[in-house]
């Protein structure tokens, strides 16, 4: 974060009155969010010294842009944590991450059960806020092997991944979408999805601040908030989950509410290209799909001038430097219209996964390409489409569901015999959780299976939304289980209901 806290430090004294957030607590100037990063800083040197390590609350308000500015200032690494985690969540963040230091609110450390006894250097920061330190000198920074920032991302595994990137990738994801835009100084940002996200942290709270540009954003997700607050402010560019931009769309009072936005980037989850048409039609705007992972951020996107098919029937062409390619099996490059397993190499790659306090490097290729876990198609035009998924995971509203933890939390379910957890699409949140049973008695249903689940204190998010009494589970020629036919089985049951 050094160069970003130079870089907002010279705006500071070029430009202090330019407004640098806006949030549900009112408008921030720069100057006022440079002082409240120096102050910090300063809270820091003097309980640890050094390059430390902090944990924050992240919280789509100044504070977060504040905290990432001091912790710049001091050459640190900042973690970003959502203050709905939960306490388990939190064990294991202290567990990857080993920070020095935590900054919230008093309800967040409540909430997250925050061993008090490992931060025993406790002041108050940033407008009410609590720093807990633990008042040694602070852990040496290149542990993080030029990491600066952290995030845990829902995964597609029942662990949270803490990705790690570096400054360097957080600045080329961001330019290259500047670029595609074409978003100028002062255009107005929209940082609508939780900051706690690699993504968002990147191309909401970052890109806008490297820009010179106001960040934009509510207190909590809410459709007609966001609309009002993207009209009134004059947002011009916004990222959002397909889930979050269709939400919008069925407002009655987004009609034609978003003409001013040159752009509202759709990524993260399943996308139906005519609902996203509709949708844009009705809020007056144009979408732009993109692809990408918290491990490369947006690696590729398409453009505002491009036609609709090109700009919603595909995920766009890759960030200038960066490689997608499709492989068959023994790792063989297929050409283009070829489908085939995707493997990404650009300047966007993370530094690896924190465990244990330092990065984990990625697994690549032997030629330095990660795999994504996706199926890909590149077409003749140079963009790329994504095909489905490798891995088995349901993506809910923007949310990984790993599919084997959930099959597993309702084969224990008394009464189940066979259980096949499969998507089931849907306009609005992209995917929803079907699960077919075969039971051992009489047939189960939703409720008896989500009661015990809940029983059980498995994660609500994680329930299936439909279950299905089936006789048998599909199966293919030599007797395995058909996921292929579960799928279509489902989707067939759910459109009946």
């Not at 940082?191 to 509510?218: D, E, H, Q, R």
């Amino acid at each position: 974060m050094q160069t970003l806290a130079r870089e907002f430090a010279e705006r500071a004294e070029r430009a202090p009155g330019d407004v640098a957030v806006i949030d549900a607590l009112g408008e921030h100037t720069v100057a006022e969010v440079m002082q409240a990063a120096r102050d910090l800083a300063v809270a820091l040197e003097e309980s640890l010294g050094g390059s430390p390590t902090v944990l924050v609350q992240a919280d789509n308000t100044w504070r977060t842009l504040a905290t990432a500015l001091a912790v710049g200032l001091r050459g640190g690494m900042v973690a970003v944590f959502s203050s709905h985690a939960v306490a388990s969540e939190f064990a294991l963040a202290m567990e990857d991450v080993e920070p020095d230091a935590v900054i919230a609110s008093a309800g967040a450390l409540d909430h997250w059960a925050v061993p008090l006894e490992a931060f025993p250097d406790k002041r108050t920061v940033l407008d009410g806020w609590t720093l807990l330190t633990t008042g040694r000198p602070a852990s040496d920074v290149a542990r993080w092997r030029g990491g600066v920032a952290v995030a845990m991302t829902s995964g597609s595994t029942g662990r949270p991944k803490s990705v790690v990137q570096s400054e360097e990738s957080l600045r080329y994801a961001g330019r290259a979408t500047i670029d595609a835009i074409g978003l100028e100084p002062g255009d107005a940002v929209g940082a609508f999805v939780p900051l706690s996200s690699v993504a968002a942290y990147c191309f909401g709270m970052y890109l806008p601040a490297m820009l010179g540009s106001p960040m934009v954003s509510i207190a909590s997700w809410n459709p007609d908030d966001a609309l009002e607050a993207m009209a009134q402010h004059d947002v011009r560019w916004t990222m959002l989950v397909p889930t979050m931009a269709l939400q919008l769309s069925v407002r009655p009072s987004g009609a034609g509410k978003l003409s001013g936005l040159r752009a509202m980037t759709v990524g993260g989850g399943p996308m139906d290209a005519g609902a996203l048409e509709r949708a844009e039609q009705f809020l007056g705007t144009r979408f732009i799909r993109v692809f990408g992972m918290s491990e490369c951020l947006g690696h590729t996107t398409t453009s505002p001038g491009e036609d609709a098919a090109t700009r919603l029937g595909c995920d766009g062409r890759p960030f200038p430097g960066t490689e997608v390619r499709a492989v068959g099996d023994g790792g063989r490059t297929l050409p283009p219209g070829e489908v085939g397993a995707a493997q990404v190499r650009g300047p966007s790659m993370f530094v690896g996964y924190a465990r244990r306090g330092e990065p984990q490097p990625p697994e690549l290729t032997a030629d330095g390409f990660l795999p994504t876990g996706d199926l890909v198609r590149l077409n003749p035009d140079g963009t790329i489409t994504i095909l489905g998924r490798e891995k088995q995971i349901i993506i809910r509203g923007g949310r990984n569901i790993d599919i084997n933890e959930v099959e597993a939390a309702v084969a224990r379910v008394p009464g189940v015999a066979q259980v096949c957890v499969v998507p089931v699409p849907d306009e609005m949140l992209g995917e929803r959780v079907a699960a077919l049973v075969v039971s051992s008695g009489t047939d189960l249903g939703l409720a008896d299976v989500t009661g015990n689940l809940e029983a059980a204190g498995f994660p609500k998010q994680k329930w299936p939304e439909f279950v299905f009494s089936v006789p048998d589970l599909p199966q293919n020629r030599v007797g395995k289980l058909s996921r292929p036919d579960a799928v279509r089985i489902a989707a067939e049951l759910a459109a009946s209901e």
